[in-house]
């Protein structure tokens, strides 16, 4: 019988046995219509399903009936027994929620000694979820009790707490249900601090352990309650007075200050000695992680009480705390909460230095969700401070200490040390010996005589470089703003700053005289007169003998550029695009290497799915912002047609539409493309021609060797075909550098072609994907590029990996009759 095995399943041989044997006999009638309900669900699962579903039904009914007309004490019996007979026998499922949560808020007159056979009977439950449905009900029985009565179940109070902190539980559910528990452990003794609360083998948390153990006071505890109750992304206000309120009255502020440098710097907990962080990693894999997930409330509220009472020195460990929880540590497991936690505090330190941690926390961070708070963040900094998002960005970028002209010597035993941005691009470490000889190596007696300060100076060099690359995608991004400045506020964040200088030096601006005529100045010159305002120059707003001048001045005076800008791509609507209105056509049904254009999307900062045979891998959608986050370009593209890709990836995709968006609030509306500024839809469209023609298959050399004839068709089409306004700039500069070769008089330019004649053929190298046909019978030269960088013997006003390809093929063939290599040459002999 139900009601035997209960009272056998109670038993604990405790003080509290004879509460329970008293509950069950106080309702025996319940525990009667409880067995009941068990046969006839045993019974609906046979050939009787229909009426013993209406039985049941029917003895629902008077159990809820019975439990209303209960009084105080048989309420309270009822509670218990339905607390004891939930699961009891670890076979059942039997659960009754819907019974016991409106009888325990109903009936009065609960005793301690009936609260904590609540309580125990809820951490006897090993399931989290069990648990906390248990807990509930126990803890609003709790709350009834006196001063007197919650002082006798405090033992049973405070082993529900350390179960609470131990088991699995939703973190919401757990949160709430925590705040509860320390509540009620307050109202009965201020200055415990409550086991579990504090993580014991947690190396982050040792002198927070340390203190409470040491030095308890009513004050420690408040303030360590007041840590952990922090469960959003961000505190209240509420929440941040009293925070330092109890800092101070805690005398905290250098002990809050010792855990955050413990949480970024300090030992991170082992899976094999403190087990996994989460029950869903198994148990027997090895990793390294910095905070247990019971934990993470606690060390979220250390992240936000330093930033509100460290000041300047909190700054640093917030940064590299974001770093590290944001899986940029080796071998140490992400935690984007607590990664999160410290980008919103940096942002609300108020301290200037601040600007610069989040700053070098954007050019590192890649995680997508991290970097939309970071995003947030920059705003959130940017209002505190009165200014624009874009101008706190450019405000922060880190000088690294270098001297203006973007160097920093240093005198190491005799030997100078000097690190040092050349030529826009590169960063280099070189050393100069007593006897004025120079190497990019250290000498030995620098290594082993100065070895921290080498270690020092190669960091330095790694950072510049960090720096210097994110300053030039951030550069080029304003060619699609049309953003201006001040001229004085220009030469202090651009033209005078050691690294981004370094950048904008060699690119072409605009000066806005009183008169209000813009006048457009070369690299490294000097603006006349008084300007008042400066602008990016862009080749989209001036004629077209203008931008030849500025070409053909860049290549006379050997002037490099760090990006593409005089001799940059333009895309203008067209009438095809004007008829779609909503969408383009432009680059659609390529068929392009999809692996290589997912890598090209993340490189050139565009977010999108990736494509497989999975749900929502069939239709590919990559987005990116322009013209300072308020336009955002959507390049569709899909798993090409009948290919036979692994799983896990289409081996090719087709490229589809592109469409542009506006931002509208929080959300993106889609416009028409003639409603898309100029410059917003010529770079967003520059962008997506730069995908095609690096990862399409027309530009593959191997593609005729594979075998099979799929997608052949597009192949002989495209990788001949019509040169895209990519290929068109490329022509306009081999226009220019030609002449200035020693192989020119062998080269000429014929439309979408470079012929090249050599000793033993005429050779046709399309401009666009940089394939090969040979004359006279138009047989195809297949010339595999090699993986290393080019020479750099001929000068390219700008880096362009196909026209160094296309130089170096020319080059080659040029001297057709010194070739050596056979793969080549029995191609060449072949039709000669």
């Not at 109750?229 to 250098?254: F, I, V």
């Not at 019971?294 to 992240?303: K, P, Q, S, T």
């Not at 826009?424 to 005589?449: E, H, I, Q």
């Not at 087709?654 to 542009?660: E, H, S």
């Amino acid at each position: 019988m139900l009601y035997d095995a209960l009272v056998a399943e109670s038993r604990r041989n405790d003080s509290l046995d004879d509460v329970r044997a008293a509950a069950l006999d106080r309702v025996r009638w319940l525990v009667d219509l409880l067995e009941r309900q068990r046969a006839e669900f045993r019974r609906s699962m046979g050939h009787e399903h229909r009426r013993s579903r209406a039985v049941g039904a029917a003895t629902q009914a008077e159990i809820d009936g019975r439990l209303a007309a209960c009084a105080d004490e048989e309420g309270r019996a009822a509670v218990l027994c339905l607390m004891l007979a939930a699961c009891f026998d670890d076979v059942s499922l039997w659960q009754y929620d819907a019974e016991i949560g409106p009888l325990v808020s109903r009936v009065r007159g609960w005793q301690p000694d009936e609260v904590a056979v609540l309580l125990l009977r809820a951490t006897e439950h090993d399931m989290g979820f069990l648990f906390a449905d248990s807990l509930e009900p126990a803890l609003n029985a709790a709350d009834q009790l006196d001063a007197d009565g919650r002082r006798a179940v405090l033992p049973w109070l405070r082993h529900a707490h350390t179960v609470l902190m131990d088991i699995t539980v939703e973190a919401r559910l757990r949160a709430s249900l925590a705040q509860r528990l320390r509540a009620l452990l307050a109202s009965v003794d201020e200055a415990h601090i409550p086991d579990g609360l504090i993580p014991a083998d947690a190396p982050w948390a040792a002198s927070l352990s340390d203190r409470a153990k040491t030095s308890p006071m009513r004050e420690l505890a408040g303030f360590v309650r007041h840590l952990a109750s922090l469960s959003g992304p961000r505190p209240t206000q509420r929440w941040r007075r009293t925070c330092l309120e109890l800092a101070d009255a805690a005398s905290a502020r250098d002990l809050v200050s010792d855990v955050l440098r413990a949480l970024a710097e300090g030992d991170p907990l082992c899976s094999r000695g403190s087990g996994g962080h989460t029950a869903w990693i198994p148990g027997d894999h090895h990793y390294h992680y910095v905070v247990h997930q019971n934990d993470g409330d606690l060390a979220r509220g250390v992240v936000w009480a330093a930033a509100l009472t460290g000041g300047p020195a909190a700054v640093r460990h917030l940064g590299a705390l974001a770093l590290r929880a944001g899986g940029l540590e080796a071998l140490v497991f992400e935690d984007l909460k607590l990664a999160g936690a410290a980008i919103n505090a940096l942002a609300e330190t108020g301290d200037p230095a601040s600007v610069e941690a989040l700053w070098r926390l954007r050019s590192r961070i890649r995680h997508r969700a991290l970097r939309k708070q970071l995003d947030t963040a920059l705003v959130t900094a940017a209002g505190r401070q009165g200014i624009t998002p874009e101008q706190l960005v450019e405000r922060g970028v880190p000088d690294h200490g270098l001297a203006p002209d973007g160097s920093l010597e240093r005198e190491l035993g005799g030997h100078r040390v000097r690190v040092a941005i050349e030529e826009a691009a590169t960063v280099r470490l070189t050393f100069t010996r007593p006897d004025g000889g120079t190497s990019r190596t250290a000498p030995a007696a620098v290594k082993d005589g100065f070895p921290d300060e080498l270690r020092e100076l190669k960091a330095l060099a790694k950072e510049v470089r960090g720096t210097l690359s994110g300053e030039r995608v951030r550069v080029e991004a304003l060619m699609s703003a049309g953003r201006e400045w001040p001229y004085a506020e220009w030469c202090r964040h651009y033209r005078d700053h050691p690294v981004t200088g370094a950048l904008v030096r060699g690119l072409i601006w605009e000066f806005q005289g009183a008169d209000g005529t813009w006048r457009a100045v070369a690299p490294m010159a000097e603006p006349p007169g008084r300007p008042e305002r400066v602008r990016l120059w862009h080749p989209i707003r001036v004629p077209t003998d203008d931008i030849r001048a500025w070409r053909e001045r860049l290549v006379a005076e050997r002037l490099r550029q760090p990006f593409k800008q005089a001799f940059r791509e333009i895309y203008l609507l067209t009438p095809a695009e004007e008829e779609t209105g909503v969408y383009s056509n432009r680059f659609a049904a390529h068929i392009v290497h999809y692996r290589q254009l997912y890598a090209l999307f993340k490189e050139r900062g565009w977010q999108a799915n990736f494509l497989g045979r999975h749900d929502g891998g069939y239709d590919g959608k990559a987005r990116a912002e322009f013209g300072d986050g308020q336009w955002r370009a959507c390049f569709h593209h899909e798993p090409a047609a009948d290919d036979d890709g692994s799983d896990y990836a289409p081996e090719h995709a087709a490229t589809d539409q592109v469409r542009f968006e506006r931002r509208d609030g929080r959300r993106w509306r889609e416009v028409p493309l003639a409603e898309v500024p100029p410059l917003v839809f010529s770079e967003a469209m520059r962008d997506v021609d730069l995908f095609v023609g690096v990862t399409s298959i027309a530009a593959d050399p191997d593609w005729t060797d594979r075998g099979g004839d799929r997608y052949a068709g597009y192949w002989r089409t495209a990788t001949f075909g019509a040169l895209t306004a990519s290929a068109e700039v490329r022509r306009d500069a081999l226009e220019r550098i030609l002449p200035r070769l020693k192989i020119a008089g062998r080269c000429s330019l014929d439309g979408r072609f470079l012929i090249v004649r050599g000793e033993l053929r005429t050779y046709r190298i399309h401009l666009g994907s940089g394939n090969i046909l040979m004359e006279p019978d138009d047989s195809y030269l297949c010339i595999v590029p090699s993986r290393g960088k080019g020479d750099g013997k001929v000068f390219l006003p700008f880096e362009d990996d196909r026209l160094s390809l296309i130089l170096s093929k020319a080059l080659l063939l040029a001297a057709d009759s010194k070739i050596t290599d056979a793969s080549i040459l029995i191609q060449i002999e072949r039709g000669a």
